[in-house]
């Protein structure tokens, strides 16, 4: 059964803060991988689709890489803002399965 | 992006009453709905997959008689929490994509609190 793993569990960074968030997942046979933010007690909110034959994708402040063979994928959050403070989930998709990390907490201090 | 609704943001209600939650697709068909549940400061747990027309895949440990999911229409599926308990109380949030394997949206989510 596929694992996902996020780590830190938490982390605390001053604003202007470049930062990278880590997921790492056990099998290499995914389809896809979606990086997502969530907000206290809201939904989720899409950040960043990687499909399986990608290696990166970009969104304004936002890089997210993936690296199959290893099973791993970072989020990579260029100058973080105290906007940007919110769990961040990584989720696996392979079939017509997601498999959800941990998350990790992000705290972006004015 | 697309928009999934879920509607009631927040429900209270008392013990031994059901609840449905309702979870739509606004501007896209979805072909898979998923429905999870979410403890405080604990990531997603997946409780079911529905595809329209079809009956829902539960997980492991989900009771399918007391979570009743409906996906009648491609725009569509409904959790209906039966006879709820306190321990029912959390966060359920749903999914929706459009084709396999692409780009999920998520529901804004419902709180529910049972008294």
């Known amino acids: 059964k596929q694992e996902v793993t996020q780590i830190p569990a938490a982390l605390s960074v001053p604003e202007g803060e470049n930062l990278v968030l880590n997921c790492s997942f056990t099998?290499?046979?995914?389809?896809?991988l979606q990086w997502f933010r969530q907000d206290p007690g809201k939904g989720l909110t899409s950040l960043l689709l990687i499909q399986s034959s990608q290696r990166e994708q970009t969104s304004g402040r936002l890089n997210a890489s993936l690296d199959k063979s290893s099973g791993r994928s970072t989020l990579y959050i260029a100058a973080s803002q105290p906007g940007d403070s919110a769990t961040y989930l990584c989720a696996v998709i392979g079939g017509n399965q997601f498999y959800f990390g941990t998350g990790t907490s992000l705290t972006v201090i004015p | 992006g697309a928009v999934v609704s879920q509607h009631p943001s927040w429900v209270i209600c008392k013990s031994g009453t059901s609840v449905k939650i309702e979870c739509r697709s606004l501007?896209?068909?979805?072909?898979?709905m998923f429905w999870y549940r979410q403890f405080p400061k604990q990531s997603l747990m997946l409780m079911a997959t529905?595809?329209?027309?079809?009956?829902?895949?539960?997980e492991q440990g989900v009771e399918k008689d007391k979570f009743l999911i409906n996906h009648a229409s491609l725009t569509l599926s409904t959790l209906t929490v039966t006879s709820a308990h306190p321990e029912d109380s959390s966060f359920y949030i749903c999914?929706?994509?459009?084709?396999?394997?692409?780009?999920?949206?998520f529901g804004q989510g419902t709180r529910l609190t049972v008294v």
């Open positions: 099998d290499s046979a995914i389809y896809n």
């Open positions: 999914s929706a994509i459009q084709v396999l394997n692409t780009e999920a949206f």
């Open positions: 529905s595809n329209e027309g079809s009956k829902a895949t539960y």
């Open positions: 501007d896209f068909q979805a072909t898979t």
